[in-house]
Each structure stands twice: as C-alpha cells, then as structure tokens.
C-alpha cells in the first residue's frame, strides 16, 4: 500500500538513529464509528507500521490509544 511504502520510507530514512514515533494519534480511540471490517483493516494498518518502524533497535513506537473523551 501507499501509506506502508511512505512508513518504510521513514524506517529506511532514520536507520541506525536513535527515533521515537508518534503512530497515529486517535487512530484507535476514534474507531467507534468504524465497520468491523474498518477496524480489522485499520489495525491491520497500524500492526504493518508498527513492525516495519520497530524492526530497527534503535527505534521506539508510541501508539497512541486514547484521548479526552
């Protein structure tokens, strides 16, 4: 997909640096409007970045699961 070429583009730009990432803040906590199917694909989603930026040791991934409400 698109969105996973851009994220290994970012792994691919940060490699060997030190980096903290901020996934997709309310991606999770905002799903309640969401088709089950949705939600299947947006953690589908959110897994594939999560292991590509996280394949790095020097990487860390922040996913934000909440928000104010």
Do not use: M
């Not at 999770?28 to 790095?56: F, H, N």
């Amino acid at each position: 997909s698109v969105y996973q070429t851009w994220v290994r583009s970012i792994a691919s730009a940060s490699s060997g640096k030190k980096a903290v990432f901020i996934l997709e803040p309310d991606a999770l906590a905002g799903w309640d409007c969401l088709t089950p199917a949705q939600r299947q694909e947006r953690s589908d989603v959110l897994r594939a970045a999560i292991d590509i930026l996280s394949a790095d040791a020097n990487h860390y991934v922040y996913l934000d699961a909440g928000n104010a409400r």
